[in-house]
Structure formats: structure tokens, C-alpha cells
């Protein structure tokens, strides 16, 4: 199931038409897209809104006043004891964990029964791939899908929201975008047509509009690390065991590291020679939504590869503008990843052509 068969859900050329509330559906999407490369299984969340493991993740991830005094309170008293309190944030996180658990481990068990009847693994997906390997127990296997899941999908979704409100107020980029996007790439509506990770080398504006989002809106804002040695941060003293707090989106937007225009969304910044890795800043580290050396996210490849191809895929396919332009747009807190407070409503107009 694709954005381009939901279509009819999606546009009107009525120009007064509904709008849709576009985080619902990049969650929805981007959940089957990590259901099928990780598990090889269809989640049909496109289909369905309230297929079991959408309605469960839906919990996970909803702000809340309560969570955002959890999060607080994490800062000062041990995760274990957090977890212990007589919450329904608790209480939701517990029985939302334990559903996924389940449908991962289901998964799982199906894949080793079709495997042992078919007699061959011909499987392309992480479990598959982890199935042949022989090395991971089935617990194991459930943790790591878990991981894959939650991790795989709802940050990338958060950067669709994103990447839909820049373009949306920055139409200029949106058309310029479009014309790239089917310029290089074939209509979806072509049988004989096929895409390959070399036909998205070319797009290079694309690959600029998405790091441009990911640089000004970080999915996950914050990250824990705890020092492994007594070490200094710009002289100063930390001992070892302690939490540092990584704001990446403090680095990303440093006007001493991206110079004055380092708050304003401009794409071009990643454009030109030289540019493509580092946005124009003169260390790597300017740019930290997945941080760097061993302990980087092991998923970024796959995360940049997804966003751009669901970007690609809307904008080529639909033109789109805000319900309300004028509305001011505020960063929800309390959630694992950054929102729009009240969501984010969009006009879509499917374009021809293409």
C-alpha cells in the first residue's frame, strides 16, 4: 500500500476541501515501510488506523503533561524507580510494550515456521537476514525488532511533519523540488519503471531539503551519555559516571557554527561543492541529530534513505499548503520525539503529469 493509492483519501481539486492531519498519516506510513524492511510483513496502518500495533505506538508516543513531569523527573531519580510509579503513563507504556512485544514475537515464530516448511530462507528483511545468521536467540531477535520498530518509524514520521510545514511556507523550494524529483524519477504510475539508490544520488536538492529539516528539527532533541573516565569539556572538570545531556538541536542551530542565518530554513546551505556532508559548517560535529563515532545512531543510512524516498513520493505527486498559513507553530513537549502542538493540517491537490 502506497501514499499514491491512498490518493483519493488524501486530495480534492477543490480548493476548499478538508484538510488532513498529515502526522497521522507519515506515522501510519512510515510504520509500514519499517514493518515490510524489517520484518518482511505488511502492518496495513494505510489502511487501517486502528490496526493493534498503530493503536499501541499511538500511546507511546502521544505528549502529555505527564510525561513531560516524567521526563523532568528522570534527571534526578533512577529510571527503575520512575518506572515503578503508580502512573497511567506507566501503565500505558507497560501494556503498549507488551502488545508489541507480542506482535514481534508472533512475527518471528511465523518467519522460522514458513522457513522450516519451505525448507529455504529467501527473505530480505532484518529478521530474515538474522534468521540465516544463526546468531541471535529469539528473545534477542524480539528486543532488536522492538528497537527497529520504535526507532524506525515515528522519528522519521516527525520529520515528514517537518519537512511538509517548510515547504509549505516556503513554496518556491516545493516547486523547485517537485520539478527535480520528476525529473529523475520515473512515474509511479509507469509499470516499467524502477528506481534505484542511484537514481536518488542525483536528486540533490532533495538530499539538501532533508538534511535541512533534519538540521533544524532534530527528531529526538536530547540524548543521555554517561562518561566512561574522568575526562574536561571546555576546561571543565566532569568526573567519570556522569549524564551529560547532548542537545543536538542547541549544535545544529549555533549561529557560531552555521553563522547568522543558522535559525532560517535554507536548503541551499547543503548545495554546491564541498557542501553536501557538512551544510557549509567547518567541523562534521555542527551537525549532530544522529550523532557521531561509535555510539552514532547505527540507523541513519536507512533513516535519510526513507525520508527522502516518502518525500520525494508526496511532493512529486502532490502540491501542498497549510489550512492555516498565519497559524504560529510551537514544538510539543512531552513526547519521545518533536511535534507540532495541535498536529498539522495540510491542503493537498494532486498535480498531473506525472
Known amino acids: 500500500m502506497t501514499v499514491q493509492a491512498e490518493a483519493p483519501r488524501l486530495t480534492s481539486n477543490d480548493e476548499k ?35 493493534e500495533i498503530i493503536s499501541a505506538y499511538r500511546k507511546v508516543f502521544q505528549p ?32 503498549s510494550a507488551a502488545t508489541i512485544r507480542r506482535i514481534c514475537r508472533q512475527s518471528i515464530q511465523l518467519k522460522k515456521t514458513n522457513i522450516e516448511k519451505q525448507g529455504k530462507n529467501n527473505g530480505i528483511d532484518i529478521i530474515s537476514v538474522a534468521l540465516e545468521s544463526k546468531a541471535f536467540s529469539e528473545d534477542n531477535l524480539v ?31 516545493q516547486v523547485r523540488l517537485r520539478e527535480e524529483v520528476r525529473a529523475h524519477i520515473p512515474s509511479p504510475n509507469d509499470p516499467g519503471s524502477s528506481v534505484t539508490s542511484e537514481t536518488f544520488d542525483k ?21 543521555l551519555r554517561e562518561t566512561a573516565h574522568d575526562t574536561s569539556v571546555v576546561g571543565q572538570f566532569v568526573p567519570a559516571g556522569t549524564t551529560i545531556v547532548l542537545a543536538a538541536s542547541a549544535i545544529n ?5 552555521w553563522g547568522p542565518d543558522a535559525a532560517e530554513f535554507n536548503p541551499d546551505r547543503w548545495m554546491g561543492p564541498g557542501r553536501a556532508n557538512n551544510g557549509g559548517a567547518e567541523s562534521n560535529y555542527s551537525f549532530m541529530t544522529f550523532l557521531h563515532g561509535p555510539r552514532s545512531c547505527i540507523g541513519q ?33 512531552g513526547g519521545i520525539t518533536m511535534r507540532i502542538t495541535g498536529g498539522l493540517r495540510v491542503r493537498m491537490r494532486e498535480i498531473p503529469g506525472w
Request: aromatic share 8%; net charge negative.
Open 253 to 257: 542551530m549555533s549561529k557560531t557554527l
Open 203 to 223: 536528486l540533490h536538492f532533495l538530499h539538501a531539503v532533508c538534511n535541512e529539516v533534519l538540521r533544524l528539527h532534530a527528531p529526538v532533541s536530547l540524548t
Open 301 to 333: 543510512a536507512f533513516a535519510k534513505a526513507e525520508f527522502a524516498c516518502l518525500l520525494a513520493g508526496l511532493v512529486g505527486r502532490f502540491e501542498m499548503e497549510l489550512e492555516e498559513p498565519e497559524r504560529k507553530i510551537d514544538n510539543q513537549s
Open 143 to 173: 528486543d532488536q525488532m522492538m528497537t527497529f520498530l520504535a526507532a524506525g518509524h515515528e522519528t522519521t514520521a516527525s520529520a515528514m511533519v517537518w519537512a511538509i510545514l517548510a515547504l509549505c511556507r516556503n513554496p518556491e523550494y
Open 64 to 95: 502529555s503533561g505527564q510525561a513531560k513531569f516524567l521526563g523532568l523527573l528522570s534527571l534526578v531519580i533512577p529510571f527503575w524507580l520512575l518506572r515503578a510509579l503508580p502512573v497511567k503513563r506507566n501503565d500505558d507504556l507497560r501494556t
Open 17 to 51: 476541501a478538508p484538510a488532513v492531519e498529515v502526522g497521522e498519516w507519515t506515522s501510519r506510513a512510515t510504520l509500514d515501510i519499517i514493518g515490510l524492511a524489517g520484518m518482511g510483513q505488511d502492518f496495513g496502518c494505510l489502511r487501517n488506523p486502528d490496526t
